[in-house]
């Protein structure tokens, strides 16, 4: 079992920037692909990008494409999230998700999940 953390979330200005952090205990976090998704009040969980297990293929939605950097350290069983240029429509709960070994964007194939960080971009 997987457990993770997200933390790094909270309330910034457009244009401003947040990095959000994810934790990750029990597992191997080596062998883990990891994603961030995201949740707006009244809308479905989307994905936001994904990082394969060495750092080497990553995935950006197009909405984050050029404003956002996902990074993972395989030293710390962490992952980070860069978020620059922020825009009030980025408002949601950041999910951080992982899955053994799969590349994948779809929320229904990640089994781990964390409890979710609030961000807010005010305009």
């Known amino acids: 079992q997987v457990q993770l953390v997200e933390s790094g979330g909270g309330l910034v200005q457009a244009g401003g920037s947040l990095r959000l952090s994810c934790a990750a205990a029990?597992?191997?976090?080596?062998?883990?692909?990891m994603a961030w998704f995201r949740q707006a009040p009244g809308k479905e969980r989307e994905f936001v990008v994904r990082?394969?297990?060495?750092?080497?293929?990553?995935q950006y939605s197009d909405s984050v494409k050029g404003r956002f950097t996902i990074s993972r350290d395989n030293a710390k069983n962490s992952m980070y999230l860069q978020m620059n240029s922020l825009k009030p429509e980025d408002t949601a709960v950041y999910y951080c998700a992982a899955v053994y070994f799969r590349e994948t964007s779809n929320a229904s194939d990640y089994p781990f999940w964390g409890q979710g960080t609030q961000v807010t971009v005010s305009s």
């Open positions: 029990g597992g191997t976090f080596s062998w883990l692909t």
């Open positions: 990082i394969v297990q060495s750092g080497g293929a990553i």
